[in-house]
């Protein structure tokens, strides 16, 4: 074998090996691209919620408590 022959299979070799990993790593970007979405729609409704009051306790009303009532003999 010449030295253009043994440098064309080393160059498929290599460009089999890159796809094979460039494959895994593009999976594994695209969950953590869907996790990062998920998270930020979580942060944001959180934000929204805060915004809007959904945290806050809510105010008593200016009405007096109503009245007890004594157990009857």
Do not use: C, E, N, Y
């Amino acid at each position: 074998m010449d030295s253009t022959t043994i440098a064309i299979i080393v160059a498929i070799v290599a460009l089999f090996l890159f796809l094979v990993v460039a494959r895994k790593m593009f999976r594994i970007a695209m969950k953590l691209v869907l996790i990062g979405i998920i998270v930020l729609a979580v942060l944001a409704a959180a934000g929204m919620g805060w915004w809007q009051g959904w945290f806050t306790p809510s105010q008593k009303s200016d009405r007096p408590a109503p009245a007890r009532r004594t157990p009857s003999r």
